[in-house]
């Protein structure tokens, strides 16, 4: 299964024998031709023989699953780099173990002008709070520090990172000695990214990049804007995908109104769209809800009680009508049931100048969408509207005890992140990671919707595999990729995987069958315990981007 990747290899034609192709072209296929960075025919063994002559290379599958690269629609990729290669707080059990991580990460890099790190989740800590600002300068040392809350919502820093940001003291959501909300948090991570040189942010792209398609992943969606990221940030790793074998990257600029979608247009974004925040996140109390927190007093107002509001529905509509008239995608991110109501609210309105038509057309999308109701699901259907969604935050946050539960409460809990609800109404589905707010896993991820930890929202095994192939492909507008049939990219990824087991049709979760009689390609067993398919090659328009080395 070993080959040398080189530019040319797009442009050969190549045939896959020997394993099993998931297609609905063939359900039992087991074969494939790639010609011209398009996928040419798959079929049976026998069929294949015909091809092997007139072919550059064939490739013996040896058994193993072909299936669709798959596209995380939701990443913020120089961050995962950064995630990668340096200060990696997600695995800390408590704060004591972060503080050591961050005087061993600190020892380790002394030429670095402002240390950066990221993961920290006080909702899984003892005690359950973060380093007060003492405690976190005497661990970096005195040194330009900011370690961002796994849901990048929120932000530690250190004293002398806070003295390279002139009146942060007075922006909003800053707090002497809790963690940076708001905009005293977006001024705070501009001024720690605008240390990273030009240098180690193409690192840190490439890592990540490689990281993906390493993980079966042929397509990210980045998320980025000028309160996420930088215009510099942006461009780069647009030029870089381009230039450089690996996976696709569409890229998104979250820039409000008509200057902000000028904008996204000069830079060459599929939309104005992604981290346009309506709110924050349920973790750091900044997701805007209906009703207040459960963990927060009923005084207060702000982030305190029913979290931040950051675009009203009026402004929502604007953005939509500037949208429309730019011919651009739009989207938001929304996750309080209060921050999607207002999406909803502000869609219908520009519905009402713009037309249905021309807002259902353009697939607006909303990211992480986490809690809906009946009635704001129907308006999803109605309006036309892309759920990109992120099922690792239920298996991360989720469950009887989980920090959804903490926040909102059992009963609010039990209500997030719908997924079968949102099928049931037709609403299209792409599933992403948020990486690095959680991990780039697509089985995971696939694992996570079927096996939901409430059960009334679990989804088919296929539908879940199908949101986070053929779904990431359709929400930017492209009906006729995400799936090994003639004609379509060939953008795939080779898994050595254990039985492939087809689910019953009247059984979304519990009982498997084998039988080929379904007619149905089948997918590797995901239920809770079992290995994870490893990828072997991922390809991306005919030329692979990842080769594992042979074991």
């Not at 340096?86 to 503080?99: F, H, I, N, P, V």
């Not at 990211?367 to 009946?374: F, K, N, Q, V």
Request: aromatic share 6%.
């Amino acid at each position: 299964m070993s080959e040398r990747i080189t530019p040319e290899s797009g442009h050969r034609t190549v045939l896959l024998r020997g394993g099993e192709v998931h297609s609905p072209a063939d359900p039992f296929a087991t074969a494939m031709v790639v010609e011209r960075g398009h996928v040419a025919w798959v079929g049976s063994e026998g069929a294949a023989d015909a091809f092997a002559e007139g072919v550059d290379e064939v490739v013996d599958l040896e058994g193993a699953l072909v299936t669709p690269a798959f596209t995380d629609a939701h990443v913020h990729t120089t961050s995962t780099g950064l995630a990668l290669t340096g200060l990696d707080l997600s695995g800390a059990r408590s704060l004591d173990e972060a503080l050591v991580l961050v005087r061993e990460h600190v020892a380790a890099r002394p030429g670095d002008r402002v240390l950066l790190g990221h993961g920290w989740d006080t909702a899984r800590w003892p005690g359950g709070r973060p380093p007060t600002r003492a405690e976190l300068d005497e661990a970096a040392g005195g040194r330009p520090l900011y370690l961002s809350r796994v849901d990048v919502h929120s932000a530690v820093a250190t004293t002398a990172l806070l003295d390279l940001v002139p009146g942060v003291a007075d922006a909003a959501g800053f707090h002497a000695d809790a963690p940076l909300t708001a905009e005293a948090h977006h001024v705070v991570r501009a001024a720690a990214h605008a240390a990273v040189t030009p240098q180690q942010r193409a690192d840190a792209q490439r890592a990540a990049l490689r990281h993906a398609a390493s993980l079966g992943i042929g397509s990210v969606h980045e998320c980025a804007g000028p309160t996420i990221s930088s215009e510099d940030d942006f461009t780069s790793l647009l030029r870089l995908a381009e230039e450089e074998a690996g996976p696709r990257v569409v890229g998104y600029w979250a820039e409000q109104g008509v200057e902000g979608v000028a904008r996204a247009r000069e830079l060459g974004a599929a939309g104005a769209a992604g981290d346009l925040f309506v709110d924050g996140a349920l973790g750091s109390h900044t997701a805007w809800l209906c009703e207040r927190y459960a963990d927060r007093g009923a005084e207060g107002a702000g982030d305190g009680v029913h979290g931040n509001s950051y675009l009203s529905a009026a402004d929502v509509a604007a953005h939509i009508e500037a949208c429309a008239d730019a011919g651009l995608q739009a989207g938001f991110h929304a996750i309080g049931d209060a921050a999607v109501t207002a999406v909803v609210d502000g869609v219908r309105a520009a519905a009402e100048k713009v037309g249905l038509a021309r807002v259902r057309a353009a697939r607006h999308r909303v990211e992480h969408a986490e809690m809906l109701t009946p009635e704001t699901i129907a308006a999803f259907a109605e309006l036309g509207l892309t759920a990109s969604v992120q099922p690792a935050f239920d298996a991360l946050w989720g469950g009887e005890d989980g920090m959804y539960v903490q926040r909102l409460g059992a009963e609010r809990a039990r209500t997030l992140n719908p997924y079968a609800a949102l099928l049931r109404a037709g609403v299209p589905l792409a599933f992403g990671s948020d990486s690095p707010v959680t991990p780039l896993d697509p089985w995971g991820t696939v694992r996570a919707a079927a096996f939901h930890r409430t059960p009334a929202h679990r989804v088919s095994v296929r539908a879940a595999f199908t949101a986070h192939t053929r779904g990431g492909w359709r929400a930017v507008g492209r009906d006729d990729a995400g799936v090994l049939v003639p004609g379509a990219p060939a953008d795939y990824a080779v898994w050595r995987t254990g039985e492939l087991l087809v689910q019953a049709p009247d059984d979304r979760v519990a009982r498997w069958s084998t039988d080929p009689r379904s007619g149905t390609p089948g997918l590797p067993d995901l239920t809770p315990g079992a290995e994870l398919p490893v990828c072997l090659r991922t390809v991306v328009g005919g030329q692979p981007v990842f080769v594992r080395p042979n074991e």
